[in-house]
């Protein structure tokens, strides 16, 4: 299996204490409202605001925010900022390749803390474009194993678009073309299979091997990266072996 999609899969169980949850909770209400500001405020005509719906309610953000952050970004209510989308590029240690996502309403802000997050934790900054080509957008779908077997997920999404289903351990992670995502999601939706969470994400064409050493520093990089309030998502190319992972708990 991937070290990576197996370490993006769990990485949210970090939001345990108030201070970490307090940040996730921040970055799915900002999802919510760019969703919403894009696609118009109703999610059965705008895919991405309900997946992100559906995201923020499987991470139990409450409704009330959830509603409001939709009305924010639709422009039904006012208060929404102007987020703007950018993407850094990098390398943490051991030449581990990093792509972050940011959701901001100040550039240089978030230019700023990206770039001494990055450098203070072993890793430099590199130019538009450089790294970008080892990752491909796919979508990527979790399931629960309570929620479905491997069989009756493979029956319901493969004439849909699916390429693969993948055990990551405690869920399956459904692998598509970003362009067949919603098509996937629809599928599990009419056979009453229940999905995590469903969204175009950057997957590495190739992989590093990491031992115990080198993965605590990429994660330590990474948890830095993820308490900028800026930054939406990380992704990178490692590979981490299940003992590893169990050594660094």
């Known amino acids: 299996m991937s070290g990576h999609s197996k370490w993006a899969t769990t ?13 996730l909770f921040a970055k799915l209400i900002k999802g919510i409202e760019v969703a919403a500001r894009v696609g118009g405020g109703d999610p059965d005509g ?19 925010n959830i509603e ?54 072993g890793g430099n900054m590199a130019d538009p474009g450089s790294v970008a080509y080892m990752f491909n957008r796919k979508g990527t779908i979790v399931v629960k194993k ?15 678009g699916a390429d693969e289903v993948e055990d990551l351990g405690e869920v399956w992670q459904i692998l598509c073309e970003a362009s067949d995502l919603v098509q996937v999601r629809t599928a599990l939706i009419d056979n009453n299979i229940e999905y995590e969470s469903a969204e175009a994400a950057l997957l590495p ?9 080198d993965a605590a520093k990429v994660f330590k990089l990474i948890d830095a990266l ?9 992704y990178a190319n490692f590979d981490v072996s299940d003992e590893v992972m169990e050594k660094l708990g």
């Open 11 to 23: 990485k949210h169980k970090k939001a345990a204490n108030d201070a970490k949850r307090a940040k």
């Open 46 to 64: 705008n895919p991405t605001l309900y997946d992100a719906i559906v995201k923020a309610k499987k991470n139990s953000v409450p409704a009330d």
């Open 68 to 121: 409001r952050a939709v009305k924010r970004g639709s422009g039904a209510d006012s208060g929404g900022a102007d987020w703007q989308t950018i993407m850094y590029e990098g390398y943490g240690p051991n030449g581990v390749a990093i792509m972050i996502e940011c959701l901001t309403d100040n550039r240089n802000r978030a230019a700023s803390d990206v770039r001494v997050a990055v450098t203070r934790n």
């Open 146 to 160: 309570e929620s479905a077997s491997e069989d009756d997920i493979l029956d319901a999404v493969l004439e849909a």
């Open 205 to 213: 064409s190739v992989e590093v091997p990491l031992d115990e050493e």
């Open 226 to 234: 993820e308490d900028i309030d800026d930054v939406q998502e990380v």
